[in-house]
């Protein structure tokens, strides 16, 4: 719930603390700082970040904040005029030294060199809960690699990723979180389309929370200018806070480091494919070292199902980021990171050997996740073509992801009737359906004959498929309604969203009218289906 001061004096006595928590900086203290401290854009060299104040905002006003993330770091805030100067950055979070980070990238397959924090900026390092998470403000003001940008973001853009911070967190899916959401009383101009016609909109801050937001643009950066001492220093430090358990560093260490990385990495894209799940901008400053999904730009979930499609206009000609191609790009960008990491190798089979099996073990967890959807726990005796036909059956016909996997979810499949009326449900086809029926139906026997064979409790394995395939996403359309209300003063739709959000997998049948497929008015609707990085 969103509300407007504290519910009881505790609370209020939890969040004055809180706001006093003592800082325990471990970036900003143990590795390289920018020497100039001015603030303006400059190519940075031998450094992992540059100090750099926030903006401070008009009006500040809090539109919203994670309630649920404030119990599970044990911060216990409620919404009152210091924290919203403090997420907005009209404040300093208890005398921290804010910086952002330097890191380089590969946008759209192209070395971009120097990227950076162009518009966040890091206000405290604080431990919670047992673990030292890192404040970020994005929007926040300029910083010196905000390469003469203004260094701000709009409401549009911070209701999207404050709310899909939240809904990926709650779906299990390895994301950094998104703690606030800041009106600033300023406006912003943009060109949303990039088409020539820039308005002004109304400015806001996002104040998202990790344990680390190092991308695999950090390591590059210095790998390309060949700083080795500095790229080992950041590796060290890495390896030090985040995988301890891999030990002191040495080659080997190294190397368990990579193939960390990668399996986390990839994981996490098993679940974007699971959820259907477009991030829309896979650039290798756009990638965790964490293995969490970062930088909510133009992202979007499937509805009818097309391994082709992607929600960035920038990617529109080309499509590198489409949602069947999120597994290659995510390799091509962890080659890039063993490419960076082969100066304190320097040898390329033990990289190679990494990326390689990365490969092999992916499919077989695909496999594995796409039977889970189905309700099958033996993939290894599936064929080889049955996942390849679904998918190009659910293509042909149109079929709405989330939907079909949770009506399946919800239908024993003894009548291949039943299975029927689920594709008419789904689809977004208006005509001619009835054409793909054959196919389907093949593929629905090989089905039921895989269920038959398991000899499963039925209730119990659609129980199981209910935990992997969500009720509820984050469609865009649900987004941009948000947007538009809260464009008017009107937050109760992003409060609403938040709260649906927190539990996907539930029936919820009073929120019954989000289980729906995509209007037609949201077709062609901007921000309902292509979008672009403006923010």
């Not at 673990?131 to 690699?145: D, E, F, M, V």
Request: charged letters at 25%; proline letters at 4%.
């Amino acid at each position: 719930m969103c509300g407007h001061s504290p519910r009881n004096t505790l609370e209020k006595e939890v969040m004055d603390d809180i706001l006093k928590r003592e800082i325990s900086a471990y970036f900003s203290k143990e590795l390289p700082a920018d020497p100039e401290e001015e603030n303006f854009s400059r190519q940075v060299h031998q450094a992992c970040f540059s100090y750099a104040e926030t903006k401070k905002p008009r009006n500040p006003e809090i539109v919203h904040f994670s309630s649920e993330l404030l119990k599970e770091l044990v911060l216990g805030l409620e919404n009152q005029a210091e924290f919203t100067k403090v997420m907005s950055g009209a404040e300093k979070f208890n005398g921290f030294k804010s910086y952002a980070m330097c890191y380089g990238g590969h946008q759209f397959g192209n070395w971009a060199g120097q990227l950076g924090d162009g518009r966040a900026i890091n206000i405290a390092e604080i431990d919670a809960n047992g673990s030292n998470w890192k404040l970020q403000l994005k929007g926040a003001g300029p910083t010196p690699y905000s390469r003469g940008s203004d260094g701000l973001a709009v409401l549009r853009s911070s209701i999207r990723e404050y709310l899909c911070s939240e809904a990926m967190h709650n779906l299990g899916v390895p994301t950094t979180r998104a703690l606030s959401l800041v009106k600033t009383g300023d406006l912003v101009t943009r060109d949303i389309l990039y088409n020539g016609n820039p308005k002004d909109e109304l400015g806001a801050v996002v104040c998202r929370l990790a344990l680390s937001f190092i991308r695999f643009g950090s390591f590059q950066l210095f790998a390309a200018r060949g700083d080795t001492k500095n790229l080992k220093k950041l590796f060290d430090y890495t390896i030090k806070h985040h995988y301890p358990e891999l030990g002191k560093p040495s080659k080997e260490t190294y190397l368990l480091f990579l193939k960390e990385v990668v399996d986390r990495t990839m994981d996490m894209v098993i679940h974007w494919q699971r959820v259907g799940f477009v991030h829309g901008v896979m650039n290798t400053d756009n990638m965790s070292i964490l293995g969490l999904t970062i930088d909510y730009g133009p992202y979007g979930w499937l509805e009818d199902y097309d391994p082709n499609w992607t929600p960035n206009t920038t990617d529109a000609q080309h499509r590198r980021y489409r949602f069947g191609n999120q597994p290659n790009i995510a390799l091509w960008n962890l080659t890039q990171l063993a490419n960076a990491m082969y100066p304190l190798i320097e040898e390329v089979d033990p990289l190679q050997k990494i990326l390689e099996e990365s490969q092999v073990s992916y499919i077989t967890k695909y496999r594995e996740m796409m039977a889970q959807k189905l309700g099958l726990t033996d993939w290894s005796s599936i064929g080889k073509d049955f996942f390849k036909t679904l998918e190009e059956n659910l293509a042909k016909s149109k079929l709405d992801y989330t939907l079909f996997f949770r009506e399946l979810s919800n239908t024993g499949l003894t009548s291949a009737g039943k299975f029927w009326q689920i594709v008419e449900k789904t689809t977004y086809l208006e005509n001619d359906i009835a054409e793909q029926k054959e196919n389907w139906m093949k593929w629905h026997t090989e089905y039921v004959g895989y269920i038959n064979a398991e000899g499963a409790n039925e209730l119990d394995r659609l129980a199981a498929m209910r935990k992997v395939n969500p009720k509820y996403v984050l469609r865009n359309y649900m987004a941009q309604l948000a947007i538009d209300e809260a464009e008017k003063g009107n937050n109760a739709l992003v409060d609403e969203l938040y709260n649906l959000l927190l539990t996907p997998y539930d029936e919820q049948p009073a929120m019954e009218k989000w289980y729906a497929k995509r209007p037609e008015w949201a077709r062609h609707k901007v921000g309902c289906s292509m979008l672009s990085c403006s923010s």
